[in-house]
């Protein structure tokens, strides 16, 4: 049972950069959700339970469930855990096999010989059974359809050790029948407050100090734009970041670039396209920079030779 395209690992390498964009910039706003999170996983229900965390792209879900897996507490009540990212194009054999290989290294212990060549049902079996008489927790990081869902949920046994899933989307419906016999387990992930907001914009830009007076204004313009979103705040941080502060214009002109009403899915897009191509022109006048010192070395040593 495969899933999946070519596009697959290109997919998955741009949540983890996502994830890594927002990880890095020490999210406000996070400890409140993280401390509800790590009480619904370590509750005392013995059956094995959904929690899933959804919202829209680039609310920080990746960062705040790695902030919970992460965790000391929650690493010590689960010796047995696992980090699967879905993603929107997906490969079921090449994922479970990727669980395997996590589960076993816990026991330190060699992947089953042979499991390269193992089919679906086989490799379902083995997960299943290596969990039966465990306590585990599984994170499903980034489901798009609830076929993904169906794909692993059978490898995951409700084995009355106070197991657990956590489970990431963008799609309430996923959420909620993935929590079906556990409603109170969907956590929505919510926008950051234009507090939380202005707070994560400024640290990024200007570190412990305020956004300067003559800036504040074309600033909560910006920020408008982003709608708490905080991968959009850390995008467009890092392109206002390399802006001259003592110019209006300059911020003015990244307001401008975002153009007007945008449609939620195209805003994200809009921001990480500006900050992928504020990175690029960069790099390449790093790169001119570099090829310029270059001859003029190569010119200094002709003319000492001379």
């Not at 993935?178 to 992930?189: A, G, I, K, R, T």
Request: proline share 3%.
């Amino acid at each position: 049972m495969v899933h999946g395209s070519s596009s697959d690992s290109t997919t998955r390498i741009e949540c983890q950069r996502d994830a890594l964009l927002l990880e890095e910039a020490d999210l406000v706003g996070i400890e409140k959700p993280k401390k509800q999170l790590i009480e619904r996983l370590l509750g005392t229900k013995s059956g094995r339970e959904v929690v899933s965390v959804v919202g829209m792209g680039g609310l920080g879900k990746t960062t705040l469930v790695k902030r919970v897996y992460d965790d000391p507490g929650v690493k010590k009540h689960y010796k047995f855990r696992a980090w699967i990212t879905v993603s929107q194009s997906y490969k079921t054999g090449d994922l479970l096999k990727h669980m395997i290989q996590q589960l076993f290294h816990v026991l330190r212990k060699p992947d089953p010989h042979g499991v390269e060549e193992m089919d679906y049902d086989k490799l379902m079996m083995i997960i299943n059974k290596f969990l039966q008489q465990r306590k585990y927790l599984i994170v499903l990081d980034d489901v798009w359809h609830i076929n993904a869902w169906d794909a692993f949920k059978y490898a995951l046994p409700n084995n009355n050790h106070g197991s657990r899933v956590l489970l990431t989307t963008r799609n309430y419906g996923v959420a909620s029948i993935c929590c079906m016999e556990f409603p109170d387990n969907v956590y929505s992930l919510n926008p950051l407050s234009p507090e939380e907001s202005y707070t994560l914009f400024c640290k990024k830009i200007f570190q412990k100090s305020c956004c300067p007076r003559h800036l504040k204004r074309v600033a909560e313009k910006i920020l408008g734009r982003c709608e708490g979103l905080p991968l959009a705040i850390v995008a467009i941080s890092g392109v206002l970041a390399t802006k001259d502060k003592n110019r209006i214009d300059e911020w003015e002109m990244v307001h401008r670039s975002l153009g007007a009403e945008l449609e939620d899915n195209n805003k994200l897009k809009t921001i990480l396209s500006l900050s992928y191509n504020s990175m690029t022109c960069s790099c390449m006048c790093l790169q001119n920079s570099a090829e310029r010192a270059t001859e003029v070395w190569y010119d200094c040593k002709l003319k000492v030779k001379i």
